[in-house]
């Protein structure tokens, strides 16, 4: 990343904390639950515990059959469309997908692939990875492990922009077209 990217990212991280938007996030929860662990928010009780809760039993869960990759992009684009974006590369597909293989050995089965953009639809706030091919991803993975051609390792891709009814994000203008043909 480069010096603006990564100060862009301080800053993201403090508007995130600063709570002004009415919604916390995950740097922002992560947080919280160090304050509340350490006793400094008192006693809390009735319905905001039962959210903090709530909250911290569905992540934890999540953790537990999880495993994250973020994929950086270089910046341009945001969920409502925008500036196009460079697309991922060929050597990144397969940097991801040689991790992903990984941790396929570790776990003993192939992992179930999704998208911050589907995982969150409920709530509206991420449509990461953009423009990321599913199918291509797919193929990487297939091609290493001699599987068949469409042998998918997680969720069929559904490219598009509306939350709940895809699971990738794609707009063609930002993403430089539509995904691969396979």
């Known amino acids: 990343m480069t010096a603006t990217e990564i100060n862009a990212e301080i800053d993201n991280a403090r508007q995130l904390l600063n709570g002004t938007s009415g919604e916390l996030f995950t740097t922002a929860l992560w947080t919280v639950q160090s304050l509340v662990d350490e006793g400094k928010f008192g006693n809390l009780s009735g319905a905001e515990a039962e959210l903090i809760r709530n909250y911290y039993d569905t992540r934890d869960e999540r953790i537990g059959n999880a495993v994250n990759v973020e994929v950086g992009q270089i910046s341009g684009g945001n969920c409502v469309g925008g500036q196009a974006l460079q697309p991922y590369s060929d050597d990144v597909y397969d940097s991801i997908a040689t991790t992903y293989?990984?941790?396929a050995l570790v776990a003993g089965f192939y992992p179930d692939t999704t998208t911050?953009?589907?995982?969150?639809a409920a709530h509206r706030g991420h449509c990461d990875p953009r423009c990321f091919d599913l199918n291509y991803f797919y193929s990487v993975v297939a091609e290493k492990m001699g599987h068949e051609p469409g042998t998918r390792y997680g969720a069929a891709a559904k490219y598009g922009t509306r939350y709940g009814v895809h699971n990738i994000w794609w707009d063609n203008a930002v993403c430089g077209?539509?995904?691969r043909a396979l």
């Open 101 to 103: 293989l990984q941790s």
């Open 116 to 120: 911050h953009f589907a995982v969150d």
């Open 177 to 179: 077209g539509p995904p």
